[in-house]
């Protein structure tokens, strides 16, 4: 005899009782782009629906949120002036400090999370101090990373999430957090960062594409599958709370591995190529745009994310409200 699988299919009520994967609002993080300057908000022509504010029309994008029960936002910076060693990217007075400023003077429900990478702010576009031959230093690069995470945190961020993928970033800037009273702040790592097409969009959103070479030899490369694996335990060792796994979709398999392997928060970032697929697609009007990012949502959730990092938030807070999860 065969197992008839379809018992457990036949209708909505029975379907819901034996359903395992959930997803909710708090699940969601929401990115946004914040460029130095006045009056700004620039949709990116590559990711529609998604702007570039200036700090004095960031309420905009944030009441909508506020609105919508997203609670939690993950800050890039776009700033005016570019340099060889990213040094707006530690500036007190830089975009990113001023707009934590701002939004924890303004709200008080937003968990503020901040990328923390040299591309936005370096003239060359590379996530680091580069030498004479056009690679990117590691030692040197840590130093930056350490004040950037520690301007962050004076001017209040709840989170901080390195994204560079220098080695021991995660130990330099809990080491800096801590001699300094910031023991409490989380450190959000993307401990698996693959080298991706999947980011073309984002390098557009914030300004931040290499200009020469690529990022491979800091980023991962996909065609390796064992240093996952590798790099979460380093990152956990060196005192990461939660990881990160970036892009989603087509790693799916290595947020499962990650999330069988370790008992610890994993958030998936579904990435800016990934919306900018999906988006294209709905407005030639080829899918269902809703259902298919729902059906990615739980995915990410099935193979193990916690939360997950998507553009597509406020839609998806939206769809959650006008139906049964
Ligand atoms: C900064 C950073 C990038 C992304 C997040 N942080 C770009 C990159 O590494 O090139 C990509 C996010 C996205 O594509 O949505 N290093």
């Not at 036949?10 to 819901?16: A, C, F, P, S």
């Not at 999330?259 to 030639?284: C, H, L, R, T, W």
Request: aromatic share 10%.
């Amino acid at each position: 005899m065969f197992k008839r699988h379809r018992k457990l299919r036949k209708n909505e009520v029975i379907r819901n009782l034996v359903k395992d994967v959930y997803i909710a609002k708090e699940d969601l993080i929401y990115p946004i782009f914040i460029e130095e300057g006045e009056n700004i908000k620039n949709e990116i022509p590559s990711m529609p629906g998604i702007f570039r504010y200036s700090i004095d029309r960031l309420s905009e994008e944030l009441d909508e949120l506020v609105k919508l029960g997203i609670n939690s936002i993950l800050l890039f910076g776009i700033p005016k002036n570019k340099d060889a060693c990213a040094t707006e990217a530690y500036n007190e007075n830089g975009v990113i400090q001023n707009a934590v400023r701002f939004i924890k003077e303004k709200y008080d429900n937003f968990l503020v999370i901040c990328d923390i990478c040299c591309c936005e702010y370096t003239s060359h576009g590379h996530c680091g101090i580069l030498d004479e031959n056009g690679y990117v230093k590691n030692d040197e690069t840590l130093e930056v990373l350490a004040k950037t995470a520690l301007s962050y945190a004076r001017a209040g961020a709840d989170i901080v999430a390195p994204s560079d993928m220098m080695d021991g970033r995660v130990e330099k800037i809990s080491k800096a957090l801590a001699e300094n009273r910031f023991e409490n702040i989380p450190i959000m790592a993307y401990s698996v960062k693959y080298s991706s097409a999947f980011y073309g969009p984002f390098r557009d959103a914030a300004d931040s594409a290499p200009q020469f070479g690529d990022r491979k030899s800091y980023q991962m490369n996909f065609q390796y599958s064992k240093d996952a694996i590798d790099e979460v335990a380093e990152d956990l060792r060196q005192g990461a709370d939660i990881i990160i796994v970036k892009p989603a979709m087509a790693y799916l398999d290595v947020i499962k591995k990650v999330s069988d392997k370790f008992e610890i928060p994993i958030v998936a970032y579904s990435v800016s190529g990934e919306y900018s697929m999906v988006k294209a697609a709905a407005q030639k009007g080829w899918i269902d745009e809703m259902k298919i990012v729902m059906e990615q949502m739980y995915a990410m959730k099935r193979a193990g994310a916690n939360a997950i990092i998507t553009y597509y938030a406020k839609e998806v807070a939206k769809f959650l409200e006008n139906s049964e999860n």
